[in-house]
């Protein structure tokens, strides 16, 4: 499947968000989280449940920069993209009911997040640029 250059956007701009944030998240997670003024301590339990989530999200962010190079990954690509960059935000607007307003970081974070998934569901969409192999939503 051929990619097109708004397609490799998309994925190359989701997969370095994705991989740079998981990476700081398990590496470093407490100078990221202090970057939203979220003070961690030093509680091992706590610090493992967060870094094993970044761990993840680089590990998706890697699938995602690899669909580009990787053409039989694109699909998994876009899969990966669409469960991060909409499952954040929907994690973040249940919190915004249930815990109500965070802080301006973290609600950049969400604008940032949407923004990704509609360059991606733009880029993806079906019927979009010339006729000829795709990747495309079904």
């Known amino acids: 499947m051929?990619?097109?250059?708004l397609q490799n956007f998309a994925l190359g701009i989701a997969g370095l968000s994705a991989l740079g944030i998981g990476a700081a998240i398990?590496?470093?997670?407490h100078t990221f989280y202090a970057s939203?003024?979220?003070?961690?301590g030093s509680d091992p339990s706590l610090l493992s449940e967060l870094r094993a989530p970044g761990a993840c999200l680089s590990a998706l962010g890697a699938v995602m920069l690899a669909?580009?190079?990787w053409r039989s990954l694109a699909e998994a690509a876009l899969v990966a993209a669409l469960v991060v960059f909409l499952g954040f935000p929907a994690g973040r607007v249940v919190g915004l009911?249930?815990?109500?307003v965070p802080s301006?970081?973290?609600?950049?974070?969400?604008?940032f997040e949407l923004a990704i998934a509609v360059i991606c569901l733009v880029a993806f969409r079906p019927g979009r640029g010339r006729a000829g192999p795709r990747v495309a939503l079904r």
Not at 2 to 5: F, K, Y
Not at 26 to 29: D, M, S
């Open 67 to 69: 669909g580009i190079m």
């Open 2 to 5: 051929t990619l097109d250059r």
């Open 97 to 100: 009911v249930l815990d109500g």
């Open 104 to 111: 301006a970081g973290i609600l950049a974070a969400l604008v």
């Open 36 to 40: 939203y003024g979220i003070a961690l």
């Open 26 to 29: 398990t590496l470093i997670p």
